[in-house]
């Protein structure tokens, strides 16, 4: 005789390979809707001598490319759990307690315009073997996948 099995739905946090190709394509989108425009404006600071005379308008110019790359990933996760990348692979951005609030979803992502400092974000991650990124520990927050386990 057959029993009835039940299961339900467990979150698990997801694996490595799916987060990188997730940010990969959300960074190219970013890219192409964020970058490339401004591409007339930043050529003319194209080799180190115009860099380094650059008027207020490079600043101005990477500014709004911040803003808007942090607006893109926090607007999509608030919303939605998920960015364009994390839809593909259904990926979610989870709390740790609770519901996830607007403040910790600015605080996962603060890192993620300033590559230098997402580098060190992510080597916590690749170091602790955690699956959190180090803004995530901060923000008690987690990217998962879900999953089907026995009841």
Partial sequence: M?????????????SYWKRFVAYMIDVFIIYLIIVI??????KKFDNTFTFLQADK????????????T?????ILEFKYKQTIGKMFFDIYVASEKGDLSLQ????RNITKPFSIVFIIDVAYMLFKRNNQRLF???SNTLVVEKGVALK
């Fill in 70 to 74: 942090l607006l893109y990933f926090v």
């Fill in 37 to 42: 425009p401004f591409g007339d404006h930043l």
């Fill in 2 to 14: 057959v029993k009835n099995l039940q299961y339900k739905i467990k979150n698990h946090p997801a």
């Fill in 104 to 107: 910790q979803i600015i605080l």
């Fill in 136 to 138: 995530e520990v901060f």
């Fill in 57 to 68: 308008s490079l600043f101005f110019i990477s500014l709004i490319i911040v803003l808007l």
